[in-house]
């Protein structure tokens, strides 16, 4: 099992910037990549970004430019930065870590945490 703790949301204005932050721990061995997602209300859960364990990274279109994903292997800790917000980027962020154990794909959610982009 994996455990990923998330912080880090909040309120912020149109422009501003928050950093958010994943904390993995527990059998942690094997994981293949680690992203993020978010739901906005009413909205399906989409990726906003992931980071394999090679350091590749892949963002969705709308995020390009503005938010970062990077990880510190040493703290088991994944980071999405995210600069110049607006306010359709408000939603419940999520991270995820994906596993591949005997050629089977596991994926581990955190709480989540919720971004407000609001002036």
């Known amino acids: 099992q994996v455990q990923l703790v998330e912080s880090g949301g909040g309120l912020v204005q149109p422009g501003g910037s928050l950093r958010l932050s994943c904390a993995a721990s527990g059998s942690i061995f094997s994981i293949n990549a680690m992203g993020w997602y978010r739901q906005a209300p009413g909205k399906q859960r989409e990726l906003v970004a992931a980071i394999t364990s090679g350091g590749s990274t892949n963002y969705a279109d709308s995020v390009k430019g503005r938010f970062t994903i990077s990880r510190d292997n040493a703290k088991n800790t994944v980071y999405l930065q995210m600069n110049s917000l607006k306010p359709e980027d408000t939603a419940v962020y999520y991270c995820?870590?994906?596993?591949?154990?005997?050629?089977?794909?596991?994926?581990?959610w955190g709480q989540g945490t919720q971004v407000t982009v609001s002036s």
């Open positions: 995820n870590a994906e596993k591949v154990v005997a050629g089977v794909f596991e994926n581990y």
